[in-house]
């Protein structure tokens, strides 16, 4: 993955007050509008990670908020352990693909310092669905020896809306016929790519995020 490093720390823009969702915001950013008091980025939790293990934090109406250039957004601040020489991190944000409602937190990664400035980006990448795990994005990032916390926030301006375009073997049941031989019912399928527009983008998600080094 590609990891867009500034050339001088940046602190982080805090749009107080901002609202980007226009007249008629999805139901899932009014409830975040009513829910959690608004809290600067150094006032956040963290969860802190370990070398080769996966961390789950699943985000939810509980989970802290911050206000950020694109908006507000229910947030996640993790703590990098002792850096290590050639050591990247894994961020990966799963679809809630079980049912009828296909949606995923859409995330916005940032490296940050000891002291909470800016001094990196992540970019995540679509991966398809697999037999082990449902479409997520992805991110792999190599780490340096500044970089003291990753921050994992959305845009609200994406809440509904098709989260990306990726495509899925789907399988369809076409009509049921009668086999005189076998003397059944037998079910016809036929199996398809189609593009992954159901999946959405969702205001709560779960977030698994791990630091990779060499053995």
């Known amino acids: 993955m590609i990891n867009i490093r500034l050339p001088l720390a940046l602190s982080l823009i805090l749009c107080i007050g901002f609202s980007g969702c226009g007249s008629n915001p999805p139901k899932a950013q009014k409830l975040l509008d009513e829910s959690a008091v608004t809290k600067k980025v150094h006032e956040l939790g963290r969860n802190k990670l370990e070398h080769g ?5 699943v985000i939810s109406g509980e989970s802290d908020v911050s206000n ?5 957004s229910h947030t996640v601040l993790f703590e990098l352990p002792e850096f290590k020489d050639s050591s990247t991190v894994e961020i ?26 800016k001094v990196g980006e992540i970019e995540f990448a679509t991966h398809s669905p697999t037999m082990m795990e449902p479409v997520h994005f992805i991110s792999e990032t190599p780490l340096e020896k500044s970089d003291r916390y990753v921050l994992i926030y959305s845009d609200p ?30 079910k016809e399928t036929y199996t398809d790519s189609k593009q992954g527009v159901w999946w959405k983008g969702a205001a709560v998600g779960e977030i698994q995020a791990m630091v990779k080094s060499p053995q």
């Open 157 to 186: 301006n994406r809440y509904g809306k098709p989260a990306d375009s990726v495509y899925a073997n789907v399988t369809h049941v076409s009509k049921e016929r009668m086999d005189y031989i076998r003397k059944g019912t037998v």
């Open 92 to 117: 990966k944000s799963y679809c809630d693909c079980f049912g009828f409602a296909k949606d995923v937190f859409i995330p916005i990664g940032v490296l940050l310092d000891e002291g909470f400035n």
């Open 53 to 57: 293990k996966a961390v789950k934090y």
């Open 68 to 72: 950020f250039e694109t908006g507000r």
